[in-house]
C-alpha cells in the first residue's frame, strides 16, 4: 500500500456540478470558476443564447453520467472483444445500449483530451493544453461556454466547489489502492443527494492510469496481470453506479456513457514489475485491440476509444459505426437540452446527438476528424492521412521529425494501418491535406465564422518529445 501526496493525483470533488475527477484539465475549470467565486452558469451570460422554444423530446432534462476512464484502450472490454479481463458491469451497459465502434478521444492523452471535452475545442489550438500536473494554473479561461456551464444553464445541479488540497500537505495525502472506493463512494452519495433533481455527474476515474494499484479484493482476478486488475476496478466502479441508479430508479431517467481519455498503453513508465502493465505480465492481453500503436499514438490505437451510452427508452441497443469524439459533447448537450450555441462556444463541436441516440442518418453528423497525437492526422470517411512532417526550417535541429512521408490508409479494409496508399492515391492525400489546412486556418472545424487559433498551430507538435520527457512524470498524463 503507498501512500501518495494529492498534487500528484489532483483529487477533485465538483460536489455541484458532480464531477469526480483525477486529471489535471478539469482542476483549471475549477479553479477558473472558483476565482470567479460563482458557480459555472453565473458567468456565462450572455454565451448562450436562450432558447425559448417549447420542451420537445429533443429538449431533455433526463440526468447525465459521464465516466472517463484513464488510458483504457480500445479492446480492454469484454463488449469490445477481451477475454483476460472481464467486464460484466460495462457489458452490461453495452448490452442495453448503444456501443460505438468509431469513436475518439480529442487527443491521445489525457489533459488536451479533457480541455476538448470540456470546452468543445480542439486542444491544439489552445495554449498550455499539454500534460499538466494538477497544480498547474487555469486553462480553461473564466467565461468560456464548458459542457458544465452550458448544464448549469439548463438548470442541471452544478456549483462547483472542490475538497481537499492541491498543494501537499497531510490532508492531500491518500491510498493508491482506496482511490476507486472513495470515487465511487462519492459518487454514490452526489447521486443520492440530487436524485430529485436534473444533474450532470462527470465522473473521472484514476483506473487504469499508472501507478496500477489495485484494490486487494481485485489483486490477481484478471488473466492480464495487474493492468488487468485495475480493469476490473475500474469495471466495479461502473457496477456500483448503475447499481445507485437501479437503486434509486433513477435508471430510466439517466443517460449514461462510459469511454475512455486515450487509447491503452502497457507500462508507461518503463520496467515497472510492482505496478504491472509490461507485455509480459499482460498475457498476450491487445489492450487496444487490433489498432495500430496506443496512448500518444497519430495511428488509431492513440485516440479511437470505447465508447457505450445508454439511456433506456430512448436509445435502442445495437451497435454505431458512426464517427464521434468527445470534443462533440458539447454540442450534443446543447441540442440534447435544448439550447442554441453562439459562435464562439465549442468550434470543434459537431451536434452528434442523433448518431448518440441511434438515429438513422441520411448523412453523418461529422464528416470529418483531425486526430491529435505525436502529429496530427485528418479522417475523411473511412480515409486517413497522417501528413508527412513539414521540411526541416533553417537552424533547427530536430532532423528526425522533418520529411518522411505522407500515410494514407483505408480504415474500412485496413483498420490496424498496415498499407500506406498514399503513393497510389495522391489526389486524396492533396484534398486531404487541404481540408486539415483549411480547420486549422479556420479556427474551428465546426460551421461559423472563422476564429483565431490561441498558438501557431504546427501539424507536427512534438507530442512524441514531450511524451518522452513526460515518462518520469507518468502522474501527470
Ligand atoms: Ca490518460
Known amino acids: 500500500m503507498t501512500t501518495r501526496q494529492m498534487n500528484r493525483r489532483s483529487f477533485l470533488?465538483?460536489?455541484?456540478?458532480?464531477?469526480?475527477?483525477?486529471?489535471?484539465?478539469?482542476?483549471?475549470?475549477?479553479?477558473?470558476?472558483?476565482?470567479?467565486?460563482?458557480?459555472?452558469?453565473?458567468?456565462?451570460?450572455?454565451?448562450?443564447?436562450?432558447?425559448?422554444?417549447?420542451?420537445?423530446?429533443?429538449?431533455?432534462?433526463?440526468?447525465?453520467?459521464?465516466?472517463?476512464?484513464?488510458?483504457?484502450?480500445?479492446?480492454?472490454?469484454?463488449?469490445?472483444g477481451a477475454t483476460k479481463v472481464k467486464t460484466p458491469n460495462v457489458d452490461r451497459l453495452a448490452g442495453q445500449g448503444l456501443r460505438f465502434t468509431d469513436a475518439h478521444s480529442p487527443s491521445a492523452v489525457c489533459t488536451p483530451t479533457r480541455y476538448a471535452f470540456m470546452t468543445g475545442e480542439y486542444a491544439w489550438r489552445k495554449k498550455g493544453t499539454g500534460i499538466l500536473p494538477g497544480i498547474a494554473a487555469l486553462i480553461v479561461e473564466p467565461g468560456r461556454v464548458t459542457v458544465p456551464s452550458l448544464l448549469k444553464q439548463a438548470g442541471y445541479v452544478t456549483g462547483i466547489p472542490r475538497i481537499g488540497s492541491q498543494t501537499g500537505g497531510k490532508a492531500a495525502l491518500w491510498k493508491d489502492d482506496e482511490i476507486a472506493d472513495t470515487l465511487a463512494?462519492?459518487?454514490?452519495?452526489?447521486?443520492?443527494?440530487?436524485?430529485s433533481k436534473p444533474f450532470f455527474l462527470f465522473l473521472s476515474t484514476h483506473d487504469i492510469h499508472v501507478p496500477r494499484v489495485p484494490n486487494p479484493r481485485f489483486k490477481g482476478t484478471s488473466q492480464a496481470g495487474?493492468?488487468?486488475?485495475?480493469?476490473?476496478?475500474?469495471?466495479?466502479?461502473?457496477?456500483?453506479?448503475?447499481?445507485?441508479?437501479?437503486?434509486?430508479?433513477?435508471?430510466?431517467?439517466?443517460?449514461?456513457?462510459?469511454?475512455?481519455?486515450?487509447?491503452?498503453?502497457?507500462?508507461?513508465?518503463?520496467?515497472?514489475?510492482?505496478?504491472?502493465?509490461?507485455?509480459?505480465?499482460?498475457?498476450?492481453?491487445?489492450?487496444?485491440g487490433l489498432l495500430r500503436a496506443g496512448k500518444g499514438?497519430?495511428?488509431?490505437?492513440?485516440?479511437?476509444?470505447?465508447?457505450?451510452?445508454?439511456?433506456?427508452?430512448?436509445?435502442?441497443?445495437?451497435?454505431?459505426?458512426a464517427l464521434i469524439c468527445h470534443v462533440d459533447m458539447?454540442?450534443?448537450?446543447?441540442?440534447?437540452?435544448?439550447?442554441?450555441?453562439?459562435?464562439a462556444a465549442g468550434p470543434d463541436s459537431f451536434n452528434v446527438l442523433p448518431a448518440l441516440l441511434g438515429e438513422k442518418?441520411?448523412?453523418?453528423?461529422?464528416?470529418h476528424l483531425v486526430e491529435h497525437g505525436s502529429a496530427l492526422a485528418i479522417r475523411k470517411g473511412p480515409w486517413k492521412l497522417i501528413p508527412a512532417n513539414p521540411p526541416l526550417a533553417a537552424g533547427k535541429k530536430n532532423k528526425k521529425r522533418a520529411g518522411g512521408s505522407d500515410q494514407l490508409y483505408n480504415l474500412a479494409e485496413d483498420i490496424g494501418e498496415t498499407t500506406n496508399l498514399a503513393s497510389e492515391k495522391p489526389e486524396l492525400v492533396a484534398e486531404m491535406s487541404t481540408l486539415m489546412e483549411k480547420l486549422i486556418a479556420d479556427g474551428r472545424s465546426a460551421p461559423g465564422a472563422?476564429?483565431?487559433?490561441?498558438?501557431d498551430v504546427r501539424r507536427y507538435l512534438g507530442a512524441a518529445t514531450s511524451q518522452k520527457k513526460a515518462t518520469s512524470k507518468q502522474e501527470r498524463r
Open 13 to 80: 470533488e465538483w460536489t455541484g456540478t458532480g464531477a469526480l475527477a483525477v486529471c489535471s484539465v478539469p482542476v483549471r475549470a475549477s479553479e477558473g470558476v472558483r476565482a470567479q467565486g460563482s458557480g459555472a452558469g453565473d458567468h456565462v451570460a450572455g454565451l448562450l443564447t436562450p432558447d425559448t422554444r417549447p420542451l420537445t423530446p429533443e429538449t431533455s432534462r433526463s440526468n447525465i453520467v459521464f465516466i472517463l476512464a484513464d488510458d483504457i484502450g480500445y479492446g480492454d472490454f469484454g463488449c469490445y
Open 450 to 455: 472563422k476564429q483565431k487559433n490561441d498558438v
Open 226 to 288: 495487474v493492468r488487468g486488475d485495475t480493469i476490473h476496478s475500474f469495471d466495479w466502479t461502473v457496477g456500483q453506479v448503475l447499481a445507485t441508479l437501479d437503486r434509486l430508479k433513477l435508471a430510466d431517467n439517466t443517460l449514461v456513457i462510459v469511454t475512455s481519455d486515450n487509447g491503452g498503453v502497457l507500462d508507461a513508465n518503463g520496467p515497472d514489475t510492482e505496478h504491472g502493465g509490461t507485455p509480459e505480465t499482460n498475457n498476450g492481453h491487445p489492450h487496444n
Open 330 to 343: 458539447l454540442a450534443a448537450m446543447a441540442a440534447l437540452t435544448g439550447q442554441k450555441l453562439v459562435d
Open 185 to 195: 463512494a462519492k459518487a454514490d452519495a452526489f447521486i443520492e443527494r440530487n436524485r
Open 297 to 321: 499514438s497519430a495511428y488509431e490505437g492513440g485516440t479511437r476509444v470505447p465508447f457505450i451510452i445508454r439511456w433506456p427508452g430512448r436509445i435502442k441497443p445495437g451497435v454505431s459505426d
Open 361 to 367: 442518418l441520411d448523412k453523418p453528423c461529422r464528416d
